[in-house]
């Protein structure tokens, strides 16, 4: 198996991990493996792909997920845009630090600029087009505020698949053995 096949099941199977985790969208609200495939992504393929199979993976998730919830094929949400956008940035985040050789205290600071990441631009579209809030400094910051238990979420998650992803493709690389010791970002 070559690295790229590797690293793209692995990818694949992350995707179909959100795909396949209904009962905790209800209870866990944004506990996602989404941005630590958008890491994972950055660290491990060339950027235009790893942004490509990034917003391919969360767009393939939220289709099954909004029909699932609506019963209806829904191929873009309202506001999807801000997501999808900050999953981007946290590619071009990945790409910048953890390209070739991630270590444990790179990727735990990555999770956290991730999520917060997240957290900051996610939020700012809600506040900016879901009518929830007054369009004025105290609505962003009650915006922000009322954001905080799912904050909490994401940051667990992408701390928890991020171990997991980058710790099989780790695990995967020491077992094939197939001269990966110098691995640089070449996909």
């Not at 199979?53 to 289709?63: A, F, K, M």
């Not at 004025?136 to 171990?163: H, Q, R």
């Not at 099989?168 to 970002?185: D, I, V």
Request: charged share 5%; proline share 5%.
């Amino acid at each position: 198996m070559k690295p790229s096949q590797l690293f793209l099941a692995i990818l694949v199977l992350a995707t179909l991990g959100r795909i396949a985790m209904p009962p905790i969208w209800e209870h866990l609200p944004n506990f996602s493996p989404i941005s630590a495939i958008a890491l994972f992504c950055g660290a491990y393929f060339r950027r235009p792909l790893a942004v490509i199979l990034t917003l391919l993976s969360v767009w393939i998730g939220d289709i099954f997920i909004n029909h699932s919830l609506t019963g209806n094929l829904i191929l873009f949400y309202p506001g999807f845009y801000w997501q999808y956008a900050s999953y981007a940035l946290i590619v071009l985040l990945s790409a910048s630090t953890l390209a070739g050789q991630p270590g444990t205290l790179k990727l735990g600071a990555n999770c956290l600029a991730s999520s917060l990441m997240f957290y900051l631009i996610s939020n700012f579209g809600v506040w900016m087009g879901a009518h929830l809030y007054p369009l004025n400094a105290e609505g962003l910051l009650a915006c922000y505020i009322a954001a905080i238990p799912f904050f909490k979420n994401t940051l667990a998650s992408t701390m928890l698949f991020s171990a997991a992803l980058f710790g099989a493709a780790e695990l995967a690389k020491r077992q094939l053995n197939h001269g990966w010791q110098n691995y640089e970002n070449h996909f």
